[in-house]
Structures are given as structure tokens and as C-alpha cells.
């Protein structure tokens, strides 16, 4: 032990000390291997709290929770699980995540994020105790994102606005499975029919901070998962049932082989008749993950299959919404329309340590989608076949990381169309084959000094479109530039620039003949933000982000005639936002309280816009209420007994363009409770949910500048779901 650590742990030997019943425990964490301090290591109590964080000397203060148990984690390093003994003072050594041949190593899993800020992270207690069965409830406690959910097969992501005014889907977030991308050629991203939990962490980057992981207006989800268990076999399940017809059931099998070979097997099964009518749903997910490590060598892979058919009730207009919300839009429930399709997620990636500083690391993967939809209007025969590869170098000095890389893919479409009859499938109408090609090169570079960083980041994108005609856009550079100032006692400013790019997707640069609308532009913006991160005693933890995007070459759809209408570059926004999250652990004896909320202010108005002779400059854009609030107050008694209430307040927000249509804001209360116990070997959580407390008729989802057809009204509303509940059971071996 050297003459630092040694003195490190003598001065805490003498500072520890219990408070009203609540002791409190310092200590250092360091690398195994190379004995230097490891700052920004994350101490979690067992239900997903944060206690504390290491500054960067690896130090550490934190209230030792009732069980005296607690986990230690840092991307990159082995998840340490501590059960602490009373010793006054502590001293952790976390193994890297790497893989030693001769003293050589490589972080072969994830990229360093230095030249960015640190992503909002999802951790899968925090997920599971949420919500076991949906992404939603945990993405929107995430300050500035905003997820709405019209039914298990219908739903919209926007990140700071981005999206915001896109029908259906999410198409200006990238998302991303470990190296693997998630998003398909024409800029779409789908998580909903993703079994996360086999997710880790969710890392969530709002706003175009980002180079690594391509740097949309939006920002990107990465989902991160990893295999680190000791035991030779782990069984793990959960069987859920609740109203309107809901069940699930989901089991999965983790496995080591040897020193070198880890490998998982799972299966889920979620079923629901839903609340409305033509709203049955049914989805299955079977997937396998596994890593193999010798040496200087990585090879990771996942495989992913999805089947789903969900029936479509589609929107409803006010009236229906306040008088008979349950019901299905009278177009798609006469035809029981549906979507149906098979999803095949599939990639590996694999990483060499060249030295101790230097690693390469190379994936390839497939994204194939093989679909089938019933509409009012016709019925829709796909088949996507992506096939990608991404690749990167790293550097890591002592002072200096550097990241270059690129990643492309090419999409293969081929979209029948045919008549909707009563009895079914009617006649062949038309094929629309397309081709769609992205290349990507980025690099981040960052330099500590002191407690300074400076990091500089870019990215290079070319998006070619392949119909019976070539469309291509320009090659579009977004650099980024960022400083971080370490203050005293745990705080930190973060000031930075970033340029974004989203390009328009393939459905968007044709008229509805599929004739091409030539000079369409990538929408491009500048982000300008300041972030405060604070990491107090107790565990009080507050960050506060304000920023401004501005976007130019905003996609309009620009009306010509009555019946005539065309896509130009003719808009620009000026998104103003100020994100707020604390949170903040009470121990009172073995009772454990803990509040977080997450606000979020966003000010998001046309500062260029025209619609023939209307002008709808400082109008809001629509679909993002200005004002959210998600606040949580959990509590744990004795790592048994955990219970979490919910409360959701949204402002109401404009639904069209020219702010001549509103959505009503609302106010929810959700509640989770659950029981932990063990029976011999055995764990088990048993637990239960009651959703919408005060059975509150909401809108969960808005359909934005909805359509108005042969004088009916326009059907903006995606009615909520009603007061409803779930019980459930975890176990595992």
C-alpha cells in the first residue's frame, strides 16, 4: 500500500462519524491494476438510489443505507457489491473491464464519452420498479425528454423538441444497442418492442452533444448491456397479469463456460386486449447475448428475434375522446386493421488491444424487418433488410483521449401495395423498391488540465436515397466544442456548442406520385448550453441544464392549392429550455425515503414560418407542452418492503402549426409497491402497480396538424389508459 493511500485511509480512520442515527462512511476507490485514484465511480444502495460519487481523487462520502449494503459501479470497470462491516473507514480496488495480456489492456466495451456530457442514465432497478413492461415511465422522468405511448405499437420519442411534429414514430433520436445501431435507413427508431430488461443501463443524450453516436437535433439512446457474472448458471423470471386482459411472462438463463465464455438465453411474452376497442396485442421476444475474452481479444454478439401483431384503434377526435374514449377510430375498426411483423436484430463486435493506450474495435450487424399493416386505404407488404458495419480507434493517455471511427449501413426496401377489401387482401396496386445508404465519420478529442477539460468533437455525414432516381444530400460537417471547470466541493459547470443535423426521410422528398422533390436540405442546428451538476454530502444530488437550439431549414409542408401541397425548406425554430433534476435519501432509522424530481421548461417557437398567406412566426411549435413535472417519493423498509409513488403534471400544448387547436395538460398519480424475500436458494420480489390512481381522462399521445377528411372533425387524440392494475412476481437462482 503506498504512502498516499495509506494516509488516506488514517485521516478517514478519524472522520467517520454517525449522525442522528445515521452513520456515515468515507472512504477511496482505486484501479486494481494500476493504483491510480478512479473518480466518477457511482455508489448505488440495492433498490437503484445513488449515495454518492467518487471526486477526482477517488474519493468518496456517503449514509450507509439500513442493510449496510451497497453496490459500486463505473462504466468500464467490474460492478463491485459491498456489504459493509463497520470498519470506519473503506478502501475499494475495482477491476477494469478489460483484458490484460503482459500488462496490455483495452476497455473493449464502450467508447470514453469524455469529449461529451455525461449521458441521463436509466439503471434496470429504476426501470423495473417503474414499470416492467414499458420504456415510458422511465424515459419521462428524464428532464427534457418526452415519450407518448397512443397504444403498445404506436409511440413518439422527442428529445428538446426534436420530432415534435412527426405523425407517428420516433425519427430524430438515434438509438443504438451497445455498437450495435438501432435506428433503420430512414432515420427511425424503435425501442418499444425491445425486451429491456436485458438492458443494464440506458444512456440518454439530449441534444446534439454527441459525435460517437451519430449528432441528431434529437440526441440518442444507447442501450448498454454487459455479462460479468462469476456463477457458472443464474435463473432469473417474472410472470405479470393485470387489467384489460394483461399477462406477460419472461424467463432468462445466464451462463459461464470456462474462463473465457459468458452466454444468456431469455424469452418474454406480453399479451393485453387493451382498453379500447381493435386494441388486442400480443409480442414475443427471444434473444441470446454471449462475450468471449482471451487475451488482448473481445468478441461480443446479440441476437434479437420479435414477433408482434397489434391490432390498430388509431386516434379519435374531441368529441369521441370525452364521450366514449374507448372506442377506435370507425375507419380502422371497420376494417380491423392491424400491424403485424417479425424483427431480426443481429450483430458482433469485436475488439484488439494494440497496446496499453491504443484499441481497435470493428462490428457489423443486420436490422431486418419483414411486415405486413391492414389500412382503411390499402394494405402494406414490407420488406427492410439493413446491413451495417461501425468500426473505431481509441487512445487513452494519461491526460489525452482520442476516439476516430465511422459506421455505415445500407438498407435494402421493398413496399407492396394492395387493396383493402372487407374479406381481406384485395388486388396488387403498386411496388415501391428503394435503396437507402449513410455514411458517418466522427472523433472526439479531449485534454485534462488540472481541473480543466477541453474537448472538441465532429462528424461528417453523406445520406444517398436510391428510388427509380438518385437523390442525394450534401456531405454536412457538425463540429462540437466543450469546457468543463472542476469547482470545489463536488460541483462541476460544463459549457459547450454543438452543431446537429437531421436529414428528411425517404417518404418525406417525394409528392405523394413518388415524383422527387429536388433540393431538399438536412435540417441543421446550433445548440448553445450550460450544464451545473452538484454532488453533495448526504447524497443530495442536483443538476440544472439551460440551453438554446436554433434550427434552420425546417422541413414545411407548404399548401399550394386546396388539394395540392409540397415539402420546401422554408422554417426555422428557436428551442429555449432549462432542465432541473434532484434527488435527494432520507435514512430515518431503517426507513429509507428518497424524493427526486425532474422539471422541465421549454419554450419552443417558429422564428421563421409561412404558409401562403399565413405567417406563423412566434407561434409555439406544436406538441411540447411547456411546462413537465415528475416528481417520485420512494420508500424501503429493511430491503424488503419498497413502495414508489408517482406523480405527473403536463402543461396543456398547441396541436397544429398555427396554435388554432390545443391539448388539455393533466395531472397523474401512479403507485408500485412491492414485497423482497428468499426461500432458501430462491429470491424472490413479489409486486404490485395501480396506474392512474385518480382515473384521469388524458390524452397519452397527440397526432399533431391531424388531417380533416370529407368535413369530419380531426382526430388528434390517443386516449390514456384508464385507472388500472398489475400484480406480479420476480424470482431468481
Known amino acids: 500500500m503506498g504512502l498516499n493511500r495509506l494516509s488516506i485511509l488514517l485521516l478517514f480512520l478519524f472522520e467517520a462519524v454517525s449522525l442522528s442515527g445515521q452513520t456515515q462512511l468515507r472512504g477511496a476507490i482505486y484501479n486494481a491494476n494500476t493504483d491510480n485514484p478512479l473518480p466518477g465511480v457511482f455508489l448505488v444502495s440495492r433498490n437503484g438510489d445513488t449515495l454518492a460519487r467518487t471526486d477526482t ?145 440506458i444512456r440518454v443524450y439530449r441534444g446534439p452533444t454527441s459525435a460517437l453516436f451519430n449528432a441528431g437535433l434529437g440526441g440518442a439512446i444507447h442501450v448498454v448491456t454487459s455479462l460479468h457474472s462469476d456463477r457458472p448458471l443464474e435463473y432469473q423470471g417474472q410472470a405479470l397479469a393485470g387489467s384489460f386482459g394483461l399477462w406477460g411472462l419472461r424467463n432468462e438463463v445466464k451462463s459461464r463456460v470456462g474462463d473465457h465464455v459468458q452466454i444468456s438465453f431469455s424469452q418474454a411474452r406480453q399479451v393485453s386486449n387493451g382498453y379500447r376497442n381493435n386494441q388486442f396485442y400480443r409480442r414475443d421476444n427471444l434473444a441470446t447475448l454471449g462475450q468471449w475474452i482471451q487475451g488482448r481479444h473481445v468478441l461480443q454478439w446479440m441476437l434479437q428475434w420479435i414477433e408482434t401483431k397489434g391490432f390498430l384503434a388509431s386516434s379519435i377526435n374531441e368529441n369521441t375522446f370525452k364521450t366514449n374514449p374507448q372506442e377506435a377510430a370507425a375507419n380502422w375498426a371497420g376494417v380491423k386493421g392491424f400491424e403485424y411483423y417479425v424483427r431480426l436484430l443481429g450483430g458482433i463486435h469485436y475488439a484488439y488491444a494494440l497496446n496499453r493506450r491504443n484499441s481497435w474495435h470493428a462490428a457489423v450487424y443486420q436490422n431486418r424487418r419483414d411486415g405486413f399493416e391492414r389500412r382503411p386505404f390499402d394494405t402494406y407488404d414490407d420488406l427492410h433488410n439493413l446491413l451495417g458495419w461501425r468500426s473505431f480507434w481509441q487512445y487513452e493517455g494519461d491526460r489525452m483521449h482520442v476516439v476516430l471511427g465511422a459506421e455505415s449501413s445500407r438498407e435494402s426496401v421493398t413496399d407492396n401495395y394492395y387493396e383493402t377489401l372487407e374479406t381481406g387482401t384485395g388486388p396488387f396496386l403498386s411496388t415501391d423498391p428503394q435503396k437507402r445508404h449513410h455514411l458517418d465519420a466522427f472523433g472526439q478529442w479531449s485534454w485534462n488540465y488540472g481541473n480543466w477539460v477541453f474537448a472538441a468533437s465532429g462528424q461528417l455525414q453523406k445520406v444517398h436515397y436510391q428510388f427509380a432516381d438518385n437523390y442525394d444530400f450534401p456531405v454536412v460537417f457538425s463540429p462540437g466544442l466543450r469546457i468543463t471547470r472542476q469547482l470545489p466541493k463536488e460541483q462541476q459547470v460544463h459549457l459547450l456548442i454543438n452543431k446537429g443535423v437531421s436529414v428528411p426521410g425517404p417518404d418525406v422528398v417525394r409528392n405523394e406520385d413518388r415524383t422527387l422533390i429536388p433540393g431538399l436540405l438536412p435540417e441543421q442546428g446550433w ?207
Open 527 to 733: 445548440n448553445l448550453e450550460g450544464q451545473y451538476v452538484y454532488h453533495g454530502h448526504q447524497g443530495l444530488q442536483f443538476q440544472a441544464n439551460v440551453y438554446y437550439l436554433w434550427v434552420r431549414d425546417q422541413l414545411v409542408l407548404r399548401r399550394l392549392t386546396e388539394t395540392i401541397s409540397k415539402v420546401i425548406n422554408a422554417g426555422s425554430t428557436g428551442m429555449f429550455g432549462i432542465e432541473i433534476n434532484a434527488s435527494y435519501p432520507l435514512v430515518l432509522g431503517a426507513h429509507t425515503l428518497t424524493q427526486t424530481i425532474a422539471y422541465t421548461f421549454a419554450d419552443y417557437r417558429f422564428l421563421d414560418f409561412e404558409d401562403g398567406d399565413h405567417n406563423y412566426r412566434g407561434n409555439r411549435l406544436p406538441g411540447s407542452p411547456q411546462h413537465r413535472v415528475n416528481y417520485q417519493l420512494g420508500w424501503e423498509y429493511r430491503d424488503r418492503w419498497h413502495a414508489l409513488v408517482q406523480l405527473i403534471a403536463q402543461d396543456r400544448l398547441p396541436l397544429r402549426d398555427d396554435g388554432s387547436a390545443w391539448g388539455d395538460g393533466y395531472f397523474l398519480m401512479h403507485l408500485n409497491a412491492g414485497y423482497a424475500f428468499q426461500l432458501g436458494k430462491w429470491q424472490f420480489d413479489a409486486f404490485g402497480q395501480v396506474d392512474n390512481i385518480t382515473n384521469t381522462l388524458y390524452a397519452s399521445m397527440f397526432l399533431i396538424n391531424a388531417g380533416s377528411f370529407g368535413g369530419a372533425a380531426p382526430r388528434y387524440y390517443y386516449p390514456g389508459m384508464p385507472r388500472s392494475v398489475r400484480v406480479g412476481l420476480r424470482w431468481k437462482l
Open 57 to 201: 481523487l477517488g474519493l468518496f462520502e456517503l449514509i450507509v443505507p439500513p442493510d449496510s449494503v451497497f453496490r459500486v459501479w463505473k462504466p468500464g470497470y467490474l460492478e463491485e457489491l459491498i456489504r459493509w462491516d463497520g470498519q470506519p473507514a473503506l478502501t475499494i480496488n475495482m477491476q477494469p473491464f478489460a483484458f490484460n495480456l503482459d500488462e496490455i489492456e483495452v476497455e473493449a466495451y464502450l467508447p470514453r464519452q469524455s469529449a461529451t456530457l455525461q449521458p441521463q442514465l436509466l439503471r434496470q432497478q429504476t426501470i423495473l420498479s417503474l414499470d416492467p413492461i414499458s420504456i415510458e415511465r422511465s424515459l419521462n422522468t428524464i428532464p427534457g425528454v418526452y415519450m407518448q405511448t397512443g397504444q403498445n405499437n404506436t409511440n413518439r420519442i422527442t428529445i428538446r423538441g426534436a420530432g415534435s411534429r412527426t405523425l407517428f414514430g420516433t425519427d430524430k433520436v438515434r438509438a443504438y444497442w451497445n455498437h450495435i445501431p438501432l435506428t433503420d435507413g430512414a432515420g427511425e427508431s424503435t425501442l418499444e418492442d425491445l425486451d429491456l430488461q436485458l438492458a443494464d443501463e
